[in-house]
């Protein structure tokens, strides 16, 4: 049935690829000459049976075969000339014109032959038929056009010869015809699969090779190095990365057996990877050429297509710049950016180590917690750049113990910790060595700092833990240096102290003291005393001192030198500033309305932190208004040290406040390192001279010599003078000696003593004597 329809599809052009075109006109070329000799044949023997009308059809097909002869030339050397369609269909118009001829001779010449050149002409065309159909193979609506137009008159005269020798050959004809028809289809129909199958293995071809020529373009032009190795570690091939990576020429490389490489540190990894699959190193690796990297390298097996293993492939990357950004990030989270010393992570992390160690079972350690002293004043006077300057000078001093077991950090601030590990098994030992340090430590600030030509003298107060085998808190151990550490700078012997238990007690003490001291404000804890400050001469009254005291319910009376510093640190000293300015405006104001004011002024003490705030000058006279207290009624009392501390600022407070008629005096004169400048700059009443110059002066002439100095000084700067805690008739003798106008307090002529009992005793009785 697919025979019919094809057939029936011949009346149709179809358009044939280029190729079998090529082919068509190539095998053409080939057989037309063939052809033209069997027509001659045909002339040959023919002219004599028919005559000159056999001539003329030789003429005509020899013309024709010409013809088409002249085509196939003609299209192998001007192929543009026609389209591909043009060309075809000349070709298989001329074709078929040709068997046309040919079965116009079965038509018309058969039926004048006898029996036996019939026979030769049907054998002639058969055999004619036969060459053509595999000629025209490639195109095979042509070739069953052919054989249809060719063999099917032919089978029709010899049906009509009536023979039956004609008949039957007629018959075989038609099957011949249906049979090769048959082939042509059959065989059309392999090439089609064929021709498939080529193109699919083509396409398949062509991607095997696309595949293969992007693993050799990735393998030559991939960004790290890889090389390629056979199971005796002798290497086969490697990319250009590879070489240029560490500086390689691949005839020199290629053969090189691994084994003899200079660094064998990744040699176990390359070699265990033909056993055991893909391995990792990471690490450094010093190329042959001497050059030093950190690499990361994997490399796994090659297997063949049985499964086995026929050596192996490593990729090589080079992690030196990203191995030195982490050292460097690493240092820079574990090192302190301005000494380069190690901080509190590199601290925590040498302290991690040390007691992890197996002598830390057995042995004593030694932690030394440094603070300097004034650096705070260096830091104000002459700016953090100095500040900065001067702290990287004392981390190289302290450099200087360092041994590579010792380990130097700076936690912050002006805070050093030097740890020295495993001193001794006996705490007597340990101790000793401990002070061998501190003279050391000692000895590297006994030198001034000289910072830009400025000389800075600087001391530092030491706390020292003697760490307890076996020690696993860290935290815990620096807690107790830093416990020792306020000691020593509160109390300590030479801003020294060890830490023992009782400072843990004291400091836990002090802690819940510190708690309790927050409440005490709302909880009417606090209470004023006065102590009168009087003429030297004949003991008059002239004024009073308020100060502070806490009467704590479970403990005796407690002096400010004992909680202002917990104030100060809890940060509640403003808190109590404002509160006892309005405890002393309630009874000056209360005073006043009863006819008791007797005082010139009532002197307050005023702490830096709380003097320098920007409203402090605004809220202290505002208290002064809402108790109607006039602004010489009370004289702010100011530390030495903080004005120095805070000079420009603490001076601009208190120009602002004698401009609205505030008096400040200057508290414990000679405690601190104040210039004669200063004294001229700052608008100051009053000098009080600290009471530690008085105490034991009968004995010491450099303290006496010291009083009068400051008492000189302070008159030409026209200061009025307090002299601060005589306690004995024979101190008060000698400070009158030195000048009889001045005035003093102390417990020679009265303690400080609660409001009601100073009000009785010195305002409503006549005071005019020493009780």
Same mark, same amino acid.
């Given at each position: 049935?697919?025979?019919?329809?094809?057939?029936?599809?011949?009346?149709?052009?179809?358009?044939?690829?280029?190729?079998?075109?090529?082919?068509?006109?190539?095998?053409?070329?080939?057989?037309?000459?063939?052809?033209?000799?069997?027509?001659?044949?045909?002339?040959?023997?023919?002219?004599?049976?028919?005559?000159?009308?056999?001539?003329?059809?030789?003429?005509?097909?020899?013309?024709?075969?010409?013809?088409?002869?002249?085509?196939?030339?003609?299209?192998?050397?001007?192929?543009?000339?026609?389209?591909?369609v043009m060309w075809h269909k000349k070709f298989v118009v001329k074709v078929w014109l040709?068997?046309?001829?040919?079965?116009?001779?079965?038509?018309?010449?058969?039926?004048?032959?006898?029996?036996?050149?019939?026979?030769?002409?049907?054998?002639?065309?058969?055999?004619?038929?036969?060459?053509?159909?595999?000629?025209?193979?490639?195109?095979?609506?042509?070739?069953?056009?052919?054989?249809?137009?060719?063999?099917?008159?032919?089978?029709? &005269?010899?049906?009509?010869?009536?023979?039956?020798?004609?008949?039957?050959?007629?018959?075989?004809?038609?099957?011949?015809?249906?049979?090769?028809?048959?082939?042509?289809?059959?065989?059309?129909?392999?090439?089609?699969?064929?021709?498939?199958?080529?193109?699919?293995?083509? @396409?398949?071809?062509?991607?095997?090779?696309?595949?293969?020529?992007?693993?050799?373009?990735?393998?030559?032009?991939?960004?790290?190095?890889?090389?390629?190795?056979?199971?005796?570690?002798?290497?086969?091939?490697?990319?250009?990365?590879?070489?240029?990576?560490?500086?390689?020429?691949?005839?020199?490389?290629?053969?090189?057996?691994?084994?003899?490489?200079?660094?064998?540190?990744?040699?176990?990894?390359?070699?265990?990877?033909?056993?055991?699959?893909?391995?990792?190193?990471?690490?450094?690796?010093?190329?042959?050429?001497?050059?030093?990297?950190?690499?990361?390298?994997?490399?796994?097996?090659?297997?063949?297509?049985?499964?086995?293993?026929?050596?192996?492939?490593?990729?090589?990357?080079?992690?030196?710049?990203?191995?030195?950004?982490?050292?460097?990030?690493?240092?820079?989270?574990?090192?302190?950016?301005?000494? +380069?010393?190690?901080?509190?992570?590199?601290?925590?992390?040498?302290?991690?180590?040390?007691?992890?160690?197996?002598?830390?079972?057995?042995?004593?350690?030694?932690?030394?917690?440094?603070?300097l002293n004034q650096f705070k004043y260096v830091n104000d006077s002459l700016g953090h750049?100095?500040?900065?300057?001067?702290?990287?000078?004392?981390?190289?001093?302290?450099?200087?113990?360092?041994?590579?077991?010792?380990?130097?950090?700076?936690?912050?601030?002006? &805070?050093?910790?030097?740890?020295?590990?495993?001193?001794?098994?006996?705490?007597? @030992?340990?101790?000793?060595?401990?002070?061998?340090?501190?003279?050391?430590?000692?000895?590297?600030?006994?030198?001034?700092?000289?910072?830009?030509?400025?000389?800075?003298?600087?001391?530092?107060?030491?706390?020292?833990?003697?760490?307890?085998?076996?020690?696993?808190?860290?935290?815990?151990?620096?807690?107790?240096?830093?416990?020792?550490?306020?000691?020593?700078?509160?109390?300590?012997?030479?801003?020294?102290?060890?830490?023992?238990?009782?400072?843990?007690? &004291?400091?836990?003490?002090?802690?819940?003291?510190?708690?309790?001291?927050?409440?005490?404000?709302?909880?009417?804890?606090?209470?004023?005393?006065?102590? #009168?400050?009087?003429?030297?001469?004949?003991?008059?009254?002239?004024?009073?001192?308020?100060?502070?005291?806490?009467?704590?319910?479970?403990?005796?009376?407690?002096?400010?030198?004992?909680?202002?510093?917990?104030?100060?640190?809890?940060?509640?000293?403003?808190?109590?500033?404002?509160?006892?300015?309005?405890?002393?405006?309630?009874?000056?104001?209360?005073?006043?309305?009863?006819?008791?004011?007797?005082?010139?002024?009532?002197?307050?003490?005023?702490?830096?932190?709380?003097?320098?705030?920007?409203?402090?000058?605004?809220?202290?006279?505002?208290?002064?208004?809402?108790?109607?207290?006039?602004?010489?009624?009370?004289?702010?009392?100011?530390?030495?040290?903080?004005?120095?501390?805070?000079?420009?600022?603490?001076?601009?407070?208190?120009? &602002?406040?004698?401009?609205?008629?505030?008096?400040?005096?200057?508290?414990?004169?000679?405690?601190?390192? +104040?210039?004669?400048?200063?004294?001229?700059?700052?608008?100051?009443?009053?000098?009080?001279?600290?009471?530690?110059?008085?105490?034991?002066?009968?004995?010491?002439?450099?303290?006496?010599?010291?009083?009068?100095?400051?008492?000189?000084?302070?008159?030409?700067?026209?200061?009025?003078?307090?002299?601060?805690?005589?306690?004995?008739?024979?101190?008060?003798?000698?400070?009158?000696?030195?000048?009889?106008?001045?005035?003093?307090?102390?417990?020679?002529?009265?303690?400080?003593?609660?409001?009601?009992?100073?009000?009785?005793?010195?305002?409503?009785?006549? #005071?005019?004597?020493?009780?």
């Amino acid at each position: 049935m697919s025979i019919y329809k094809n057939l029936f599809k011949l009346r149709h052009h179809h358009e044939v690829e280029e190729k079998v075109l090529q082919e068509l006109f190539f095998f053409e070329r080939s057989t037309l000459i063939t052809l033209i000799l069997l027509e001659t044949i045909f002339l040959y023997i023919l002219m004599p049976l028919i005559g000159n009308s056999i001539a003329a059809w030789y003429g005509l097909i020899v013309t024709l075969t010409l013809w088409r002869l002249y085509d196939g030339y003609d299209f192998q050397k001007n192929p543009d000339r026609h389209t591909s369609v043009m060309w075809h269909k000349k070709f298989v118009v001329k074709v078929w014109l040709t068997a046309l001829f040919l079965s116009a001779l079965a038509l018309f010449v058969v039926p004048k032959l006898d029996e036996y050149y019939q026979l030769f002409v049907f054998i002639m065309l058969l055999g004619i038929s036969a060459g053509a159909v595999k000629t025209l193979a490639d195109d095979y609506r042509t070739a069953i056009g052919y054989l249809l137009i060719l063999l099917v008159p032919a089978s029709v &005269e010899m049906l009509l010869l009536m023979r039956t020798d004609t008949i039957i050959l007629a018959f075989l004809l038609i099957l011949y015809f249906f049979t090769q028809t048959s082939i042509i289809l059959h065989s059309y129909k392999k090439s089609i699969d064929l021709e498939r199958k080529k193109e699919e293995i083509s @396409k398949v071809q062509a991607e095997l090779f696309e595949k293969q020529e992007m693993l050799q373009l990735f393998f030559e032009q991939a960004p790290i190095g890889i090389f390629s190795y056979d199971k005796d570690l002798n290497i086969v091939n490697c990319n250009e990365s590879f070489l240029t990576l560490f500086n390689l020429e691949k005839e020199k490389i290629v053969g090189t057996n691994l084994n003899d490489i200079s660094d064998k540190r990744a040699i176990n990894v390359i070699r265990d990877s033909l056993t055991e699959g893909l391995q990792t190193y990471i690490g450094p690796y010093d190329s042959q050429k001497g050059l030093e990297f950190w690499v990361e390298g994997k490399c796994s097996p090659i297997y063949n297509k049985e499964g086995n293993v026929i050596g192996g492939m490593g990729l090589i990357e080079d992690k030196t710049k990203e191995h030195v950004a982490l050292q460097e990030l690493v240092h820079l989270v574990s090192h302190d950016s301005l000494t +380069s010393l190690s901080n509190r992570r590199g601290f925590d992390k040498f302290m991690g180590k040390m007691i992890r160690k197996k002598k830390h079972a057995s042995h004593l350690s030694l932690l030394f917690y440094l603070d300097l002293n004034q650096f705070k004043y260096v830091n104000d006077s002459l700016g953090h750049t100095y500040g900065d300057k001067l702290l990287i000078a004392i981390s190289k001093r302290l450099q200087r113990l360092m041994k590579p077991d010792i380990n130097l950090s700076r936690l912050g601030g002006d &805070e050093f910790i030097i740890v020295v590990p495993f001193v001794s098994k006996e705490r007597d @030992k340990a101790k000793k060595k401990a002070d061998k340090y501190i003279l050391k430590i000692q000895e590297i600030f006994a030198e001034p700092f000289v910072i830009e030509g400025i000389q800075l003298h600087l001391k530092t107060s030491i706390g020292i833990v003697i760490i307890e085998p076996n020690s696993t808190n860290i935290e815990e151990i620096v807690r107790h240096a830093d416990i020792s550490m306020y000691q020593a700078k509160r109390f300590g012997q030479e801003h020294i102290s060890f830490y023992n238990t009782q400072l843990d007690l &004291e400091r836990k003490k002090i802690f819940n003291l510190q708690h309790d001291l927050v409440s005490a404000l709302g909880s009417d804890q606090l209470e004023l005393f006065f102590q #009168p400050i009087v003429n030297i001469k004949d003991d008059s009254l002239r004024a009073a001192e308020a100060l502070i005291r806490w009467q704590h319910p479970e403990r005796e009376l407690i002096l400010p030198i004992d909680f202002i510093p917990l104030a100060i640190e809890a940060g509640v000293i403003t808190d109590i500033g404002w509160w006892v300015l309005e405890k002393v405006c309630l009874h000056i104001s209360q005073w006043k309305k009863n006819g008791e004011w007797k005082l010139k002024y009532v002197s307050i003490n005023i702490n830096a932190k709380q003097l320098l705030k920007n409203d402090f000058v605004p809220i202290f006279l505002a208290k002064l208004k809402e108790y109607e207290v006039e602004t010489g009624d009370i004289k702010i009392e100011i530390t030495e040290t903080s004005l120095i501390d805070n000079f420009e600022l603490t001076h601009e407070v208190i120009k &602002e406040l004698k401009s609205h008629g505030v008096r400040c005096a200057i508290d414990d004169f000679g405690t601190g390192y +104040s210039s004669l400048s200063y004294l001229k700059k700052l608008s100051f009443s009053v000098l009080k001279i600290d009471r530690e110059f008085i105490h034991g002066m009968l004995n010491n002439e450099e303290n006496i010599t010291l009083i009068r100095t400051i008492i000189e000084i302070g008159k030409q700067f026209n200061y009025n003078i307090v002299v601060e805690g005589i306690e004995e008739e024979a101190e008060k003798a000698l400070i009158k000696e030195m000048d009889d106008s001045l005035s003093y307090q102390g417990f020679l002529f009265s303690p400080p003593i609660p409001e009601p009992e100073f009000r009785k005793k010195f305002l409503i009785d006549e #005071p005019s004597k020493c009780p």
